[in-house]
């Protein structure tokens, strides 16, 4: 706007000096009442340039105006006078004209005479002409007029700024109007004179206030040369000042500020002059690094609230007050015009440094158990107690307890927080949400630390400090196997087969291992696959063998308890073959089946194997019954995998194996073609002996023969040496028994050895065996390979958890477990039977294995037990023979006998029916091929029929129930009956007819068929020797009977016939207290008496007669010491029972010469038959080479001597072992209460009398 106003006409101001000017614009002629003397106007053109120019007038069309000279020559900088000449055509008329005056230089006249690249166009100036030819007498045309804005009003504006408005002005009438604006010193016009030809004509109004104040005027519009048609227009302009208001009366107070962090506040500033203000603030050299202003330059509008933000940013613990400044100035209209003056404003900022730290609600977070796979969530409090807002930044530390792996994994975190920075006003808390997604089981610990952050100093952020600790522990669902119970067609299998064969030890190791990432690909809904056989995501396999038996016999039925052991829920499915398949179209399938696809279709189909429940829950700490039956319908062996997937945790392959036999095929059942025995030290002298067994599932004995030639080239191997050595190779097994194989290993070198043994079955199909021992050398391996047997520890629980079906008797413990145990040695535990029902049951324990009954006695071996009643049985083992290992199972024949008498007495009745049957009849004049109707089932036994039997059907009977007819002799050819066609309806008569006789019959009462239960008896023996380098300390434990090793020499024929006749003697309870009473002061007597005393010692001085060396079990293999003695080396052949001394032969007498065991030594020593026996330290040996058991000491009193007679300890034995079994049956029966507190009883004082006798 300004440089076209300012074109040195209108204003005095010229932005750019043109090349040609005209020193007027407008050549007014003003009102020309004589037209024939007309005063010509004079314009003067000057030439700016340094180039001579020429000038051409060109007049317009009617030659009203025109201009002499029309053309002319300018020189350089010179000017030239040109005249304006009007001559109207015709009076009282208007006339107007734009007059143009082209320039250009002389040298461009011809073209030849300029080069193109200094060639311009010609110069243009405009002259306008105005005149009226209106005489006096006439008036003018009356202009009408209206004007776009009958009021101007200008921006207000800086002092000596320019600003601008338009106004139009519209011809509302048909004749022209000439327009002029009078000159003003504020306000100007452009163009200020004019003709308005057209409808409207736009004109600027320039407004240019030289003060600061308002200025109001009005604008003089003068038209077609008379002051009467002047119209005033009201025009309005301001020139203003800077000016700002502050809030807060220029005052800002900041709150308190943490050292090092920044704290913002807001500021306001108002405008309130009429022109936009230009700020910038200004901050002292001093305040640089303690306050910031935001933002720092900028614009105001007119009367705008603007906010600024003000940050503080204290470097020390202490107060400050500082002066920021702010520099206003007046906006101008446009950047070439010139702004106003500028001004100051002070403000006043107060603010003081203070210091904080963070703290805690609550210094643990327990997350609790969380399911790896998911997520927890806990949330925890931080508190600012200072007076000052503060920032913050989280960090976490997270430790794993677990595996390697896990510390290999311990790099991912996994707690996240939903804030890690921020911060926390003063005296106020904040809320941090925790959430940690466990992907291992183990323990989690995090510490979560916070840092303060202080930006703005050179250190960035505090160092860390401890917040809090956060614990969680990541686990997966779990589940173990507490019990299992097997009966049906699995009697027979005790607790320890039945885990081996379901390998449990197995599947709660599995249980309790974490599930690979495969196997938390799918849950149990979304465990499906389109495949026959559905794709195995796991490692865990494992079989479980239900072990055999003949066709049709009762379903095998295995009840595992299982018990939740983890710390969450716990949701389990058994999933079948077709459980995991999606049933497709058929047009889909494709190709054959497979024998093994074909065999689990019917295995599947006739559901030999069943699962219930299937699927279930269990909480924390909850348990459950699981039973799983196998049906023995078709003969062969059967499979089928069996999928245990655990929601959220892992999936352990369970392949269901079971073996049906034919009644007449012998079959022995082999869980595993693989036997390891336990690993036996090279260098052994008495190795252990070890057992494997064999389990007869079929319905017929079963002889076996084991091959022992690969045992053979195995010695022939080890140079002689036999190192696995089978002790019975053959046998008979009986239906549904096991029967047990006793092995030797004797390692030769500290390696593994294997051997694959034949095993031939009559009538059936031979096995092949590997056998694996492995022999170490402990010398080198030391404690790291023990000598404590794993069937001694092992992991079968020894108390019921399971009920079963039909069992009345439940055992507190049902396994026994003696553990190590010395050789000679008696050890003794309880049991109690407990009576569940309400029925009387009696109890007959059996052993398994004839060998079991000479190291085991249980006592009572049978008895009755009352409804809710209980009893204590003992269970005494004896040590002796070769080291062992034993793993015995032990039954007991559970009898009810409320249903025993039931059955007795439906038996008498079904006799006595039997008999009336037989022997009564009646015979009537009716048809004797019909028969009347017979006894029905259920008629009062031993009543009389209402029936009429006929003959045939008494016979019938008869025939029933007597003996098969002989054999008879048949023809050698006999008529064939004629050929009959039969129809349905007679097929059916018949059929309806013999089931109605089936019905009549009374069937012979079945007796109730006894429960088995079994208890497991493990042990482990070792020799002296042995036992007292390996468990010193336990051998102060027991107690060694010397007796054992002499009675092992016995001729065991001698004993079995004892045994047999034992049972035989029978007596009254007052018989066996007479005899008990006699036989205690007989021994009494014996032990006080001096002369009997004196006697033994000379019955031990003679020599040994020389015909009793021949008596049986006296001689014994016997090894030179260097003392003279000898070192007893026991025989292998077996020992008799001598569980009761009453039961050992005259001969066997306690005071006939025998071996004396020593605590401190590991080896038994015994005199040679033709000198009395010795002991340790006790014997006292003269010069003459002989000794005295009984004189060892020459102090000894015969009380003393008697004392060290091994009978008299092994009596002693007895009677503490009678006397604690007593009671503890006397504390079983409630009689005593071995738990109360002992009373004290205060007695008299005895009054000292002197005893005459010298040896009291």
Same mark, same amino acid.
């Given at each position: 706007?300004d440089l076209?106003?300012n074109d040195?006409?209108?204003?005095?101001i010229?932005?750019?000096?043109?090349h040609?000017?005209?020193?007027?614009?407008?050549?007014?002629?003003?009102r020309?009442?004589d037209?024939?003397?007309?005063?010509p106007q004079?314009?003067?053109?000057t030439?700016?340039?340094?180039?001579?120019?020429?000038?051409?007038?060109?007049?317009?069309?009617?030659?009203?105006f025109s201009?002499?000279p029309?053309?002319?020559?300018i020189?350089?900088?010179?000017?030239?006078?040109f005249?304006?000449h009007?001559?109207?055509?015709?009076?009282?008329n208007?006339?107007?004209?734009e007059?143009?005056?082209y320039?250009?230089?002389k040298?461009t006249r011809?073209y030849?005479?300029v080069?193109?690249?200094?060639?311009?166009p010609?110069?243009?100036?405009?002259l306008t002409a105005?005149?009226?030819?209106f005489?006096?007498?006439?008036?003018?045309?009356l202009p009408?007029?209206?004007?776009s804005?009958p009021?101007?009003?200008f921006?207000?504006?800086n002092q000596?700024?320019?600003s601008?408005?338009?106004l139009t002005?519209?011809n509302?009438?048909?004749?022209?109007?000439i327009?002029?604006?009078?000159?003003m010193e504020?306000?100007s016009v452009?163009?200020k004179?004019?003709?308005?030809?057209?409808?409207?004509?736009?004109?600027?109004?320039?407004?240019l206030?030289?003060?600061?104040?308002?200025?109001?005027?009005?604008?003089a519009?003068?038209m077609?040369?008379e002051d009467?048609?002047?119209q005033v227009?009201?025009?309005?302009?301001?020139?203003?000042?800077a000016?700002?208001?502050?809030?807060n009366n220029?005052e800002i107070f900041?709150?308190?500020?943490c050292?090092g962090?920044?704290t913002?506040?807001?500021?306001?500033?108002?405008?309130i002059?009429?022109?936009?203000?230009?700020?910038?603030?200004?901050?002292?050299n001093?305040?640089?690094?303690?306050?910031?202003v935001e933002p720092a330059?900028g614009?105001?509008?007119?009367?705008?609230?603007?906010e600024?933000?003000?940050?503080?940013?204290?470097m020390?613990l202490e107060?400050?007050?500082m002066k920021?400044?702010?520099?206003?100035?007046?906006q101008?209209?446009s950047?070439?015009q010139?702004?106003?003056?500028p001004?100051?404003?002070?403000?006043?900022?107060?603010?003081?440094?203070?210091s904080?730290?963070v703290?805690?609600?609550d210094?643990?977070?327990?997350?609790?158990?969380?399911l790896?796979?998911s997520?927890?969530t806990?949330?925890?409090?931080?508190?600012n107690?200072?007076?000052?807002e503060?920032?913050f930044?989280?960090?976490?530390?997270?430790?794993?307890?677990?595996?390697?792996a896990?510390?290999a994994?311990?790099?991912?975190?996994?707690l996240?927080?939903?804030c890690y920075?921020?911060d926390?006003?003063?005296?106020s808390k904040k809320?941090i949400?925790?959430?940690?997604?466990?992907l291992l089981?183990?323990?989690? %610990?995090?510490?979560?630390k916070?840092s *303060?952050?202080?930006?703005?100093?050179?250190c960035? /952020? $505090?160092?860390? +400090?401890? =917040?809090i600790?956060a614990?969680?522990?990541?686990?997966?669902?779990l589940?173990?196997v507490t019990d299992a119970?097997?009966?049906?067609?699995?009697i027979?299998?005790?607790?320890?087969?039945?885990w081996?064969l379901f390998?449990?030890d197995?599947?709660?190791?599995f249980?309790?291992?974490?599930?690979?990432?495969?196997?938390?690909?799918?849950?149990?809904?979304?465990?499906?696959?389109?495949?026959r056989?559905?794709?195995v995501?796991t490692?865990?396999?494992?079989?479980?063998?239900?072990?055999?038996?003949p066709v049709? %016999?009762?379903?095998c039925y295995?009840? *595992?308890?299982v018990?939740?052991?983890?710390t969450v /829920? $716990?949701?389990? +499915?058994? =999933?079948f073959?077709?459980?995991l398949?999606i049933d497709?179209e058929?047009?889909?399938?494709s190709?054959?089946y497979?024998?093994?696809?074909?065999?689990?279709?019917?295995v599947m189909d006739?559901k030999?194997?069943?699962?219930s429940?299937k699927?279930?829950k269990l909480?924390?700490?909850?348990t459950c019954?699981?039973t799983?039956?196998?049906?023995?319908?078709?003969s062969g062996?059967?499979r089928?995998?069996v999928l245990?997937?655990l929601s959220?945790?892992r999936?352990?392959?369970?392949?269901?194996?079971?073996v049906?036999?034919?009644?007449?095929t012998?079959?022995?059942?082999?869980p595993?073609?693989?036997?390891?025995?336990?690993?036996?030290a090279?260098?052994?002298?008495?190795?252990?002996k070890?057992?494997?067994?064999l389990?007869?599932?079929?319905?017929v004995p079963?002889?076996f023969?084991?091959?022992c030639?690969?045992?053979m080239?195995?010695k022939?191997?080890?140079?002689g040496?036999?190192?696995?050595?089978c002790?019975?190779?053959?046998?008979?097994?009986?239906p549904?028994?096991?029967h047990?194989i006793?092995?030797?290993f004797?390692?030769?070198?500290?390696?593994?050895?294997?051997v694959d043994?034949?095993?031939?079955?009559?009538?059936g199909?031979?096995?092949?065996i590997?056998f694996?021992?492995v022999?170490?050398?402990k010398t080198?391996?030391?404690?790291?390979?023990?000598t404590v047997?794993?069937?001694?520890e092992g992991?079968?629980p020894?108390?019921?958890m399971?009920?079963v079906?039909?069992?009345?008797v439940?055992?507190?413990?049902e396994r026994?477990?003696?553990g190590?145990?010395?050789?000679?040695?008696?050890?003794?535990?309880?049991t109690?039977?407990?009576n569940t029902?309400?029925?009387?049951?009696s109890?007959a324990?059996?052993v398994?294995?004839?060998?079991?009954?000479?190291?085991?006695n249980?006592?009572p071996?049978k008895?009755?037990?009352q409804?809710?009643?209980?009893?204590m049985?003992?269970v005494?083992?004896?040590?002796?023979g070769?080291p062992?290992?034993?793993?015995?199972?032990m039954?007991?024949?559970?009898?009810?006998?409320?249903?025993?008498?039931?059955?007795?007495?439906?038996?008498?009745?079904?006799?006595?029916?039997?008999?009336?049957q037989?022997?009564e009849f009646?015979?009537?004049?009716?048809d004797l091929?019909?028969?009347s109707?017979?006894?029905?089932?259920?008629s009062a036994p031993?009543?009389?029929?209402?029936?009429?039997?006929?003959?045939?059907?008494?016979s019938?009977?008869?025939d029933l129930?007597?003996?098969?007819p002989?054999s008879?002799?048949y023809?050698?050819?006999?008529?064939?009956p004629?050929?009959l066609?039969?129809s349905?309806?007679?097929d059916r008569e018949d059929?309806i007819?013999?089931?109605?006789?089936a019905?009549?019959?009374?069937?012979?009462?079945?007796?109730?068929?006894?429960f088995?239960?079994?208890?497991?008896?493990?042990?482990?023996?070792?020799?002296?020797s042995t036992?007292q380098?390996q468990?010193?300390?336990?051998?102060?434990?027991?107690?060694?009977d010397?007796?054992?090793?002499?009675?092992?020499?016995v001729?065991?024929?001698?004993s079995v016939a004892?045994d047999?006749?034992?049972?035989?003697?029978?007596?009254?309870?007052?018989?066996s207290?007479m005899?008990q009473g006699?036989i205690?002061?007989?021994?009494r007597s014996?032990?006080?008496?001096?002369?009997?005393h004196?006697?033994v010692?000379?019955?031990?001085?003679e020599?040994?007669?020389y015909?009793?060396?021949f008596?049986?079990?006296f001689?014994?293999?016997?090894?030179a010491?260097?003392?003279?003695?000898?070192?007893?080396t026991?025989?292998?052949?077996?020992?008799v029972?001598?569980?009761?001394?009453?039961?050992l032969?005259?001969?066997?007498s306690?005071?006939?010469?025998?071996?004396?065991v020593?605590p401190?030594?590991?080896?038994?020593?015994?005199s040679?038959?033709?000198?009395?026996?010795?002991s340790?330290?006790?014997?006292h040996?003269s010069?003459?080479?002989?000794t005295?058991p009984?004189a060892?000491?020459?102090?000894?009193t015969?009380?003393?001597?008697?004392?060290?007679i091994p009978a008299f300890?092994?009596?002693?034995?007895?009677v503490?072992?009678?006397t604690?079994?007593n009671?503890l049956?006397?504390s079983?029966?409630n009689?005593?209460n071995?738990t109360?507190?002992p009373?004290?009883?205060?007695?008299?004082?005895?009054?000292f009398t002197?005893?005459?006798?010298?040896?009291?």
């Amino acid at each position: 706007m300004d440089l076209y106003f300012n074109d040195g006409y209108h204003s005095d101001i010229v932005h750019c000096e043109p090349h040609v000017s005209l020193d007027a614009i407008h050549a007014d002629f003003g009102r020309c009442t004589d037209m024939n003397n007309i005063e010509p106007q004079l314009v003067r053109l000057t030439n700016n340039t340094k180039g001579k120019m020429m000038v051409q007038w060109m007049g317009d069309e009617t030659h009203t105006f025109s201009v002499t000279p029309s053309s002319a020559e300018i020189p350089p900088l010179k000017t030239v006078d040109f005249r304006v000449h009007f001559k109207p055509a015709s009076a009282n008329n208007l006339y107007s004209s734009e007059l143009e005056c082209y320039c250009y230089y002389k040298s461009t006249r011809d073209y030849r005479l300029v080069e193109s690249l200094t060639h311009c166009p010609p110069f243009c100036v405009t002259l306008t002409a105005l005149a009226s030819t209106f005489q006096s007498q006439q008036q003018p045309f009356l202009p009408q007029i209206s004007l776009s804005s009958p009021h101007l009003v200008f921006p207000a504006t800086n002092q000596d700024e320019a600003s601008y408005r338009t106004l139009t002005v519209i011809n509302q009438g048909t004749t022209p109007i000439i327009y002029d604006f009078p000159d003003m010193e504020t306000f100007s016009v452009k163009p200020k004179k004019g003709m308005i030809k057209s409808k409207h004509e736009t004109l600027l109004v320039k407004a240019l206030p030289t003060k600061t104040k308002a200025y109001r005027e009005q604008l003089a519009l003068c038209m077609n040369h008379e002051d009467s048609f002047t119209q005033v227009i009201p025009v309005t302009c301001t020139a203003e000042t800077a000016e700002v208001l502050l809030s807060n009366n220029g005052e800002i107070f900041f709150r308190e500020t943490c050292v090092g962090t920044t704290t913002s506040q807001s500021y306001q500033i108002k405008n309130i002059s009429r022109v936009p203000l230009d700020f910038r603030w200004l901050i002292k050299n001093q305040d640089q690094g303690l306050i910031k202003v935001e933002p720092a330059i900028g614009t105001i509008l007119p009367n705008e609230f603007q906010e600024h933000v003000f940050s503080f940013t204290p470097m020390a613990l202490e107060k400050y007050v500082m002066k920021p400044t702010v520099i206003v100035t007046a906006q101008g209209q446009s950047k070439q015009q010139s702004a106003g003056k500028p001004r100051v404003f002070p403000v006043r900022a107060i603010g003081e440094g203070a210091s904080a730290e963070v703290k805690a609600e609550d210094a643990y977070v327990e997350f609790g158990n969380v399911l790896v796979g998911s997520s927890s969530t806990q949330v925890f409090n931080i508190c600012n107690d200072g007076d000052c807002e503060i920032k913050f930044k989280l960090s976490v530390t997270q430790k794993i307890e677990g595996s390697s792996a896990a510390q290999a994994l311990s790099a991912n975190v996994a707690l996240t927080l939903d804030c890690y920075s921020g911060d926390i006003p003063a005296r106020s808390k904040k809320t941090i949400r925790g959430v940690i997604k466990p992907l291992l089981r183990c323990q989690y %610990s995090f510490e979560i630390k916070y840092s *303060l952050l202080t930006p703005e100093l050179s250190c960035k /952020e $505090s160092p860390p +400090e401890h =917040l809090i600790n956060a614990f969680a522990c990541g686990v997966f669902p779990l589940m173990a196997v507490t019990d299992a119970r097997i009966h049906g067609s699995g009697i027979g299998i005790g607790k320890r087969q039945l885990w081996s064969l379901f390998q449990l030890d197995s599947l709660n190791m599995f249980l309790d291992s974490d599930p690979s990432d495969r196997e938390l690909q799918y849950s149990v809904q979304t465990r499906n696959s389109t495949r026959r056989r559905p794709p195995v995501f796991t490692r865990a396999i494992l079989d479980c063998n239900f072990g055999a038996a003949p066709v049709d %016999s009762e379903p095998c039925y295995v009840t *595992l308890h299982v018990e939740n052991t983890g710390t969450v /829920e $716990s949701e389990w +499915e058994f =999933l079948f073959p077709n459980d995991l398949q999606i049933d497709l179209e058929c047009w889909s399938e494709s190709g054959e089946y497979t024998e093994d696809e074909l065999h689990e279709m019917k295995v599947m189909d006739n559901k030999l194997f069943s699962v219930s429940p299937k699927k279930g829950k269990l909480q924390a700490g909850e348990t459950c019954s699981i039973t799983f039956t196998y049906h023995h319908l078709m003969s062969g062996t059967d499979r089928v995998p069996v999928l245990l997937k655990l929601s959220r945790g892992r999936e352990i392959l369970m392949n269901f194996v079971g073996v049906t036999v034919e009644h007449d095929t012998p079959y022995i059942h082999f869980p595993s073609n693989k036997h390891s025995f336990a690993p036996v030290a090279v260098g052994e002298k008495r190795c252990p002996k070890q057992v494997y067994e064999l389990y007869n599932g079929g319905a017929v004995p079963v002889t076996f023969d084991i091959d022992c030639m690969p045992l053979m080239a195995l010695k022939r191997e080890n140079f002689g040496h036999p190192v696995l050595d089978c002790l019975n190779p053959q046998g008979v097994i009986e239906p549904g028994k096991t029967h047990v194989i006793e092995w030797m290993f004797y390692p030769l070198e500290a390696k593994t050895y294997d051997v694959d043994v034949p095993i031939y079955i009559s009538g059936g199909e031979p096995a092949l065996i590997t056998f694996t021992g492995v022999g170490y050398d402990k010398t080198q391996l030391g404690e790291t390979m023990p000598t404590v047997s794993d069937n001694c520890e092992g992991d079968v629980p020894p108390m019921q958890m399971v009920t079963v079906p039909g069992q009345t008797v439940v055992l507190s413990h049902e396994r026994i477990s003696f553990g190590n145990v010395p050789l000679f040695s008696k050890t003794r535990k309880v049991t109690f039977m407990c009576n569940t029902s309400e029925h009387t049951i009696s109890f007959a324990w059996h052993v398994t294995n004839t060998g079991d009954q000479k190291v085991v006695n249980i006592y009572p071996a049978k008895g009755t037990l009352q409804p809710r009643g209980s009893q204590m049985v003992k269970v005494a083992f004896t040590a002796f023979g070769e080291p062992a290992f034993y793993d015995m199972d032990m039954i007991c024949e559970i009898t009810d006998e409320t249903e025993m008498a039931k059955y007795r007495r439906r038996l008498r009745d079904w006799e006595r029916e039997r008999e009336r049957q037989i022997h009564e009849f009646t015979i009537t004049e009716k048809d004797l091929a019909q028969s009347s109707a017979p006894r029905s089932k259920g008629s009062a036994p031993g009543a009389k029929s209402e029936s009429v039997l006929a003959i045939n059907s008494s016979s019938a009977h008869k025939d029933l129930y007597s003996a098969p007819p002989k054999s008879k002799t048949y023809k050698s050819y006999k008529t064939l009956p004629p050929i009959l066609d039969r129809s349905v309806d007679k097929d059916r008569e018949d059929a309806i007819e013999a089931e109605k006789m089936a019905a009549a019959m009374w069937p012979k009462p079945v007796p109730p068929k006894p429960f088995l239960i079994h208890l497991g008896i493990v042990a482990r023996t070792h020799s002296i020797s042995t036992f007292q380098e390996q468990f010193f300390d336990e051998f102060s434990n027991f107690f060694i009977d010397k007796t054992l090793g002499q009675t092992e020499s016995v001729d065991v024929e001698d004993s079995v016939a004892d045994d047999k006749q034992a049972p035989d003697l029978t007596c009254t309870e007052s018989e066996s207290q007479m005899l008990q009473g006699v036989i205690a002061n007989v021994l009494r007597s014996l032990v006080d008496d001096t002369s009997f005393h004196q006697s033994v010692t000379k019955l031990t001085n003679e020599s040994t007669p020389y015909f009793s060396q021949f008596r049986p079990g006296f001689l014994m293999k016997t090894e030179a010491l260097a003392d003279g003695t000898e070192e007893v080396t026991h025989s292998e052949k077996p020992m008799v029972n001598t569980s009761s001394q009453k039961e050992l032969p005259v001969e066997k007498s306690a005071f006939s010469p025998e071996a004396k065991v020593e605590p401190e030594h590991t080896t038994t020593r015994v005199s040679p038959p033709n000198r009395p026996a010795s002991s340790g330290k006790r014997t006292h040996k003269s010069r003459k080479g002989k000794t005295s058991p009984l004189a060892g000491k020459s102090k000894d009193t015969p009380n003393e001597s008697v004392t060290r007679i091994p009978a008299f300890a092994n009596l002693v034995e007895d009677v503490l072992e009678n006397t604690l079994m007593n009671i503890l049956l006397e504390s079983a029966n409630n009689e005593v209460n071995i738990t109360a507190r002992p009373r004290l009883i205060a007695l008299p004082p005895r009054k000292f009398t002197p005893s005459k006798d010298p040896k009291h």
